[in-house]
């Protein structure tokens, strides 16, 4: 590459850095406004002053023994001294004050932060938004962040402030050593320092921003570690004998991210520590030589002797500002990340979606919502993940209100997403969702998360109360005990909230003091209980996920016999791959290739021989064969 090629790519990389240094110095300013222009004002004002205290001690000192060694006036040393006893105390007490102060911008800084992060993920990124890999990495990202709560945007906030008792020594350093030693020295010590300084932390802001690239890697190597050593999956790496294979796993990650990391520490300190500490060594040579002539070319005595040593300390302030800054540095590289990645999710979401859409209104009191009065139906409707995939294709189904309708269909057959398209979740390509003759995107979203009460397959379980985990469908009403007991009577809990050593206000997790962890089967009839209080409280399409997946037999069975009792009166939809759970509905509706291929009522369709009457014949032999000639209540089927 021609000097003339290597200048036309320099230029452009120069101007970039400029930009992303403007861009950080801006990010950094809309951050602290978020603390307060008093404490921001207020804490700049007490670090320019935290800046001058060593320059004051400095000329103080300096001066005094002046006086001393000139054996002149006794009283002007000792105002001189008691100038430098000033200083040296007003350090010392500011320090713990502007760790008060520097931590309350952080506080409010990360609470506006936190604010904004819990606002995107709650309310304005529609639900494909952040299952996008690219978004659901980045809130993996900030999560972490604000999980270990060290390096956060407050944090690089509160350091950015702190430069300016930085450049307020490197300020007064030179200074003091244009006044003692004339302006070269001074210049050369500025100038030597600025530059050191920029071309040390500009390999630590390279680092910063290659460090989010190394967090794919990291929360890899977490994850074997945490395999390993959590007892998550103990049971499992028990069991399966997979301890050896963890360990290589372990090895293989931690080695592969470590290679990665010194190679990238060797690429970026390596060389420009080498430069630039000749760079330092030699400017600092060069101020010592100017000093000394000076020195040499003036008038001989005490007073001469005073300002150069007052030049030689200034000088070594200025040698040491082109140190990484702990107090600054460290923070405002790795905890400006965070702010970036929000601001990237944002443009993610935007370019998504047009503008940031709330999918929900602020929990709050709410109006009831109405009942749906002729029914819910799904005309042409077509939905994809993935552009030529299509999940749902063509999807014409009618859900008449008050009725229940079973979907039945093979794993992937698009019922879930079908529930979410229901719910309002997604919406879809083509085609429409009307909520009687109102299509759903014209329907106020509050409103209609009100009026639907899902149970999916893969519910919460949510480390809260008992009563919150009930009420958290109408979480409004969450101090109605008895309504809450009712519905955990309604799908056989009636005894558990008596079991608890709290009541209802037993945490549901074994990580809270007192807290009771529930069996897999306890969990899901705790979640039906969580839509029926929803159902209780205004809701009236119900639907349910799978919702006996993971209850015995005899569960099972209770809920066949209830499922005229729970759907009663509304409209109702329920997913399973259990037939003896579906075929009380009203109608079952079999879903293949994302559309409706049979509906009808179990009779109907078992009378058919179509694929219902197939599936069914399937489950209903190995039922048979399981349960031997005494049958039990699978037999129902
Ligand atoms: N968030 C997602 N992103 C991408 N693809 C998805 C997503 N959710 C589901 N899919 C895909 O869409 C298809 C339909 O999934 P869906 O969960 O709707 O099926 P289902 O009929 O409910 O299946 P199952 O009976 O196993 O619960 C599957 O191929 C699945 O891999």
Redesign the pocket.
């Known amino acids: 590459m021609s000097d003339n090629g290597n200048a036309q790519r320099l230029w452009p990389a120069i101007a970039r850095r400029e930009r992303q240094r403007r861009e950080a110095a801006g990010q950094l300013v809309t951050l602290a406004r978020q603390a307060g222009a008093g404490l921001v004002g207020g804490t700049l004002a007490l670090h320019v002053l935290s800046g001058l205290a060593p320059v004051t001690f400095m000329v103080g000192v300096g001066v005094a023994l002046q006086h001393l060694a000139a054996g002149g006036d006794l009283g002007a040393a000792g105002r001189w001294l008691g100038l430098a006893l000033g200083a040296f105390v007003v350090q010392q007490g500011l320090a713990p004050l502007l760790l008060l102060l520097s931590k309350e911008i952080a506080r409010r800084v990360d609470r506006y932060c936190l604010t904004r992060f819990m606002t995107f993920a709650l309310l304005d990124a529609p639900l494909p938004v952040m299952?996008r890999p690219d978004v659901a990495d980045r809130l993996t990202y900030v999560d972490e962040i604000f999980e270990q709560w060290t390096f956060t945007p407050g944090a690089a906030t509160e350091g950015g402030i702190a430069l300016a008792g930085r450049y307020t020594q490197l300020a007064g350093a030179v200074a003091v050593l244009a006044w003692t030693a004339g302006w070269w020295p001074a210049l050369i010590a500025a100038v030597v320092a600025l530059v050191v300084r920029r071309g040390r932390s500009e390999a630590f802001f390279h680092w910063g921003r290659l460090n989010r690239e190394f967090t794919p890697y990291q929360r890899q190597t977490a994850y074997v570690r945490e395999l390993a050593t959590s007892t998550r999956a103990a049971k499992d790496i028990r069991t399966l004998g997979l301890i050896g294979w963890v360990e290589e796993r372990y090895a293989a990650e931690a080695g592969g991210l470590h290679e990665r990391l010194w190679y990238w520490r060797r690429r970026l300190y390596g060389g420009p520590f080498v430069i630039y500490t000749v760079l330092a060594v030699a400017g600092a040579a060069a101020a010592l030589v100017a000093i000394a002539r000076v020195a040499d070319g003036g008038p001989p005595g005490s007073a001469a002797v005073g300002a150069t040593a007052m030049a030689v300390q200034a000088l070594a302030l200025c040698a040491r500002f082109g140190i990484v800054f702990q107090e600054s540095d460290i923070k405002m590289v790795f905890g400006r990340g965070a702010w970036e990645a929000l601001l990237e999710i944002d443009d993610i979401a935007r370019g998504a979606t047009g503008e940031p859409s709330r999918t929900r209104a602020v929990a709050g009191p709410a109006p009831a919502a109405g009942p749906v009065r002729a029914g819910v139906r799904f005309e042409g409707v077509r939905f994809a993940?993935?552009p030529d995939r299509p999940?749902i294709d063509g999807l014409d189904l009618e859900l008449r209100a008050g009725t229940s309708t079973a979907i039945v269909?093979?794993?992937?057959?698009?019922?879930?997403?079908?529930v979410?398209l229901l719910a309002g979740l997604y919406r879809p390509d083509a085609g429409t969702v009307r909520v009687d003759g109102t299509d759903l995107r014209d329907l106020d979203p509050a409103a209609w998360t009100r009026a639907i009460a899902v149970t999916f397959?893969d519910f919460v379980r949510y480390e809260a109360s008992l009563r919150d985990n009930v009420a958290m469908s109408a979480i409004g009403h969450r101090n109605d005990s008895a309504g809450i007991l009712a519905e955990l009577a309604r799908v056989g809990l009636e005894d558990l909230a008596a079991s608890l050593p709290d009541g209802l206000e037993t945490p549901l997790t074994r990580a809270l003091p007192g807290g009771r962890e529930l069996s897999g089967g306890q969990w899901q009839r705790l979640a039906l209980a969580r839509s029926l209080f929803a159902v209780r409280h205004g809701a009236s399409v119900l639907v349910l996920?799978?919702p006996t997946s993971q209850l015995d037999a005899r569960g099972e069975a209770e809920f066949f016999d209830r499922f005229l009792d729970l759907t009663e009166g509304l409209t109702s939809v329920v997913?399973s791959?259990r037939f003896s759970s579906v075929r009380r509905a009203d109608r079952i509706v079999v879903?293949d290739g994302g559309r409706v291929s049979e509906a009808g009522g179990h009779d109907e369709l078992v009378a058919a021989g179509g694929t219902y009457a197939s599936m069914f014949a399937v489950q209903a032999r190995r039922f048979a064969t399981e349960a031997g000639p005494a049958g039990g209540k699978e037999m129902q089927l």
Not at 409 to 418: D, I, P, Q
């Open positions: 299952e993940y993935r999940v269909g093979v794993n992937g057959a698009g019922k879930t997403t079908m979410k397959q996920d799978e997913i791959h879903l």
